[in-house]
């Protein structure tokens, strides 16, 4: 499907059914830098097709993430092979336009006839031959729970613990303001299947290396506020990096330590990557200031209290640039007199 083509309307769960299991051969991919969302959604589809009899691949353009290496079934990840791999389908997850899936994943699902794109982010293009976009999911694992469950398809146990991580880490512990009572209803049934909630929230949750703690210690030293203390933000440079052998993984989360600052309405993390490009996490919580059109200004995209961009350096410039469009929205969103 061509980029260029107008984005069509959602499929139907059973248009997606229908497609599964027409099928033999998948590649199953996520986002470059993929978090638990990402990652628990290739493992969850994953290892339900294989119950089904499936022949499936699980790439990621940056492999799988050491903090997620406990989830079942992750052994499954792979960064993408050389050669354009012989599949029908190619499904895209938790991903809102294609070339985040990174060229090298790309290259390796070219010969795909068939594109499937599932995902929750309200700024994803529709760029599949079947798309499931739902927007007021709190995660791209809770629509393939209504997906698998909905269509009988296998949930095994891998799936389930997957299933569980996407959504609970997403949702800030089910915190968050798009967690709903499905949500928990949903959580709940993954532990009537048999989710050991206390050993899968420590893994999640309790096991962080001590090299994110001196990073945690970096950015405070970077730490703003904006005179009326509606926004702060703090930055990492890529020397911090270095310094501390980081992971890309080691950053994430950490900008809910900002946002959860009383007063705080929109939180920003300036990151500068090896190539000199800037990472922009920005996070909001007021459902009035919807931090997705900020993002969108500088060709990012996100929700409306999560949102993601990655625009050219240096981080000062970026920093600039974005904290002067956020400037310009709390009197005209109303989070401010």
């Avoid at 985040?100 to 929750?120: E, P, Q």
């Avoid at 440079?237 to 009383?262: F, N």
């Avoid at 007021?286 to 500088?298: H, L, S, T, Y």
């Amino acid at each position: 499907m061509s980029d260029s083509t107008p984005a069509p309307e959602n499929s139907s769960p059973e248009e997606i059914g229908e497609a599964l299991k027409a099928h033999q051969s998948f590649i199953l991919m996520s986002h470059i830098r993929p978090d638990a969302d990402a990652i628990g959604s290739q493992i969850a589809l994953g290892e339900s097709l294989r119950a089904m009899g499936k022949t499936v691949r699980l790439v990621n353009e940056d492999g799988l993430p050491e903090n997620l290496e406990f989830l079942p079934g992750s052994e499954h990840i792979e960064s993408p092979p050389s050669e354009a791999l012989e599949v029908e389908v190619a499904i895209a997850l938790d991903t809102a336009t294609k070339p985040r899936l990174g060229d090298k994943t790309l290259h390796a699902a070219s010969k795909a006839k068939l594109w499937l794109n599932i995902d929750h982010h309200k700024s994803n293009t529709s760029y599949g031959d079947l798309n499931l976009i739902v927007p007021t999911s709190p995660a791209t694992g809770e629509i393939l729970y209504d997906l698998i469950t909905g269509l009988n398809l296998p949930l095994p146990d891998a799936t389930r613990d997957s299933i569980y991580v996407a959504v609970s880490t997403d949702t800030g512990s089910f915190q968050y303001p798009s967690t709903t009572v499905h949500t928990y209803e949903m959580a709940a049934d993954l532990i009537r299947r048999g989710v050991n909630v206390g050993e899968i929230n420590a893994k999640t949750y309790d096991e962080q290396p001590y090299r994110k703690l001196e990073l945690m210690r970096a950015l405070l030293n970077t730490l703003e506020r904006s005179e009326d203390g509606l926004v702060a933000n703090w930055m990492m440079h890529d020397k911090v990096r270095v310094q501390y052998d980081l992971k890309p993984e080691d950053s994430e989360g950490l900008i809910d330590i900002i946002r959860a600052i009383k007063g705080v309405q929109v939180a920003a993390f300036f990151e500068e990557l090896p190539d000199h490009r800037v990472r922009v996490s920005l996070r909001s919580k007021n459902k009035r200031f919807d931090v997705c059109q900020v993002a969108q200004e500088f060709g990012g995209g996100g929700h409306a209290l999560a949102a993601g961009i990655r625009m050219p350096g240096p981080i000062e410039d970026a920093k600039a640039k974005v904290l002067a469009s956020i400037d310009k929205k709390p009197k005209k969103s109303g989070i401010c007199s």
